[in-house]
């Protein structure tokens, strides 16, 4: 059974910069694509990145030239680096494989972009 560990969720104001990790119980390199997803109140989940093995990646367009999507194969490793932080932005995020196995949804970490 695979598992996923979000971290690195927070409060930060509108304009800042949050960084997530997520670590994964097994090689990500023989999972492929990896994705990071979020889930806002009252809303349904939404994919936000992906990257691929070979490291190429893809951004839903509300995120794009704000977030970076990365991974560390070494580490099983993969992360989000978010800048320019927006109130819309506040959600529940997670990773998954792209697309997703349903039995990997993790806990999730929340990110809250307040003034």
């Known amino acids: 059974q695979v598992q996923l560990v979000e971290s690195g969720g927070g409060l930060v104001q509108p304009g800042g910069s949050l960084r997530l990790s997520c670590a994964v119980s097994?090689?990500?390199?023989?999972?492929?694509?990896m994705g990071w997803y979020r889930q806002a109140p009252g809303k349904q989940r939404e994919w936000v990145a992906l990257i691929t093995s070979g490291g190429r990646t893809n951004y839903v367009d509300s995120v794009k030239g704000r977030f970076t999507i990365s991974r560390d194969n070494a580490k099983n490793t993969v992360y989000l680096q978010m800048n320019s932080l927006k109130p819309e932005d506040t959600a529940v995020y997670y990773c998954?494989?792209?697309?997703?196995?349903?039995?990997?949804w993790g806990q999730g970490t929340q990110v809250t972009v307040s003034p």
């Open positions: 097994g090689s990500i390199l023989s999972f492929g694509a």
């Open positions: 998954n494989r792209f697309p997703t196995y349903d039995n990997w």
